[in-house]
């Protein structure tokens, strides 16, 4: 399985932000974009920060899909 955010990037977009916005307006670091730029995962805290900024679900913002690699993330 892997992490995709792209339906958080899709939103971003729909709502008109940037992502320096996302850091302020939701208190996540640029550490925590960076990982979310490379789908790599993140904590569930800052997914909930995520969450309230924007005013949705987690599905709106992460998906799990199915990879061609059985690589574990690390």
């Known amino acids: 399985m892997e992490i995709s955010y792209n339906r958080l990037w899709k939103k971003l977009i729909d709502e008109g932000w940037k992502k320096t916005d996302l850091i302020h307006r939701a208190g996540i670091t640029g550490n925590v974009l960076a990982k979310m730029s490379k789908n790599r995962p993140i904590s569930m805290e800052s997914i909930y920060k995520i969450c ?18 059985s690589r574990d993330f690390i």
């Open 52 to 69: 309230e900024a924007l005013n949705c679900d987690i599905g709106d913002v992460v998906q799990m899909r199915k990879s061609d690699n």
